[in-house]
């Protein structure tokens, strides 16, 4: 890793160093390229509890992981496909009258590998968040930067409210803390961001009466129109 940069964990190698083991050939290159979750890892955890078809799969994700992680039917079934050939899982058909439908169901083989990548530590967090980008640019067109504000405020109070609801409903069926403690932590960070983004668009709004107010007419009047619009 590069200098200044803090350690990924503060696990030892055998060398001593303060990087565990899965990362110890992470290059400068790495560091910087953002890691993604293998989805083959949610959908034996989800397996782990029962059999599940690819459409209970992609409910699971909605109502449970759903917050941090998104799925697609381009990216599961796929991965289904590779995890039978692995013989991580197996595939059986069932028909109901005319309709048939796949069930997966996970092997021994399967749940020693979930217990093994669930032992092994993540990688850090890197958050891709192309209106925080917008944002960044926003001097060029302060009407869209504001508005890309008020989308995340609005998308962060609908999650909140979404969320607070699922803690509740897994508090009355006695679900495990592990689970709810997930559901708590997304709702607390989107209340949290509300909350924020509010106190940063009043902000906001007073720096761009301040840059209307020192900038000449003639380059100010889109700076002008976002200040009234506050």
Not at 128 to 140: L, M, N, P, R
Not at 195 to 207: D, H, N, Q, T
Request: zero cysteines.
């Amino acid at each position: 890793m590069g200098p200044g940069k803090p350690p990924l964990y503060s696990y030892r190698n055998g060398r001593g160093a303060r990087v565990p083991a899965s990362f110890e050939k992470v290059s400068e290159r790495d560091y910087e390229t953002p890691l993604r979750i293998d989805i083959k890892f949610p959908v034996l955890g989800f397996l782990m509890d029962a059999e599940m078809t690819g459409y209970d799969l992609k409910r699971r994700f909605q109502d449970s992981v759903g917050f941090f992680y998104r799925v697609s039917d381009g990216s599961l079934y796929p991965a289904l496909k590779k995890l039978a050939r692995d013989g991580l899982v197996t595939m059986r058909a069932e028909r109901h009258g005319k309709r048939a439908r796949k069930v997966y169901a996970i092997t021994q083989k399967g749940r020693e590998r979930f217990l093994k990548m669930l032992a092994e530590p993540s990688p850090p967090v890197f958050i891709h968040d192309e209106a925080q980008v917008k944002i960044y640019f926003g001097h060029h067109d302060p009407d869209s930067a504001l508005a890309h504000m008020q989308r995340m405020h609005g998308f962060n109070a609908i999650m909140s409210e979404h969320l607070s609801r699922l803690v509740g409903e897994l508090k009355t069926r006695g679900e495990n803390p592990f689970r709810s403690v997930l559901l708590k932590f997304g709702h607390q960070l989107t209340a949290f961001t509300v909350k924020m983004i509010e106190k940063l668009e009043v902000e906001m709004a007073r720096e761009i009466g301040f840059m209307v107010r020192s900038k000449p007419a003639a380059t100010n009047k889109r700076l002008r129109s976002a200040g009234a619009n506050r």
